[in-house]
């Protein structure tokens, strides 16, 4: 993974020099981890965050090309933190999956909140190509 310079301007530049940047946003290490380790594989630079809170500062900061977001997360969940990204408009569009356990309880909420895809944990694992079909 390219380490990112310090320069607000030059992690911009970084970023969008070169592979495209997926955000991982899940509140559990090990599943974050799994999840970041399929997406390099994939050929995608990560980031990660942990909480929605951190997912719309990262979103705000480094404009990843993708979003992948977890929807059950402690301090801001996953449906507020889409509808804070999608509400800025220097962000707004920047795609965003839902990863969720529990898609047929989040399903219609996560696309009202501005996701364009829900995919269903474990299998997220093995649909991990969705995202050359999501990525602009």
């Known amino acids: 993974m390219t380490v990112l310079q310090s320069d607000k301007s030059d992690k911009m530049e970084t970023i969008t020099n070169g592979p495209k940047t997926v955000l991982v946003v899940e509140d559990f290490?090990?599943?974050?981890?799994?999840m970041k380790i399929l997406v390099e594989l994939q050929?995608?630079?990560?980031?990660?965050?942990?909480d929605g809170r951190e997912a719309v500062?990262?979103?705000?900061?480094?404009?990843p090309d993708l979003i992948l977001?977890?929807?059950?997360?402690?301090?801001?969940?996953?449906?507020?933190?889409?509808?804070?990204?999608?509400s800025?408009?220097?962000?707004?569009?920047i795609p965003i999956v839902a990863v969720?356990?529990?898609s047929r309880q989040y399903h219609d909420e996560a696309l009202a909140a501005g996701c364009d895809r829900v995919l269903e944990k474990p299998?997220?694992?093995s649909d991990i190509a969705v995202l050359r079909s999501v990525l602009p």
Do not use: N
């Open 29 to 34: 290490e090990d599943v974050r981890d799994a």
């Open 43 to 50: 050929g995608y630079r990560v980031l990660t965050a942990s």
């Open 57 to 63: 500062e990262k979103a705000r900061e480094y404009h």
């Open 69 to 86: 977001m977890d929807i059950a997360m402690p301090l801001v969940d996953g449906i507020e933190a889409t509808r804070q990204i999608k």
């Open 88 to 93: 800025d408009s220097s962000v707004s569009e």
């Open 100 to 102: 969720t356990s529990f």
């Open 123 to 125: 299998s997220v694992m």
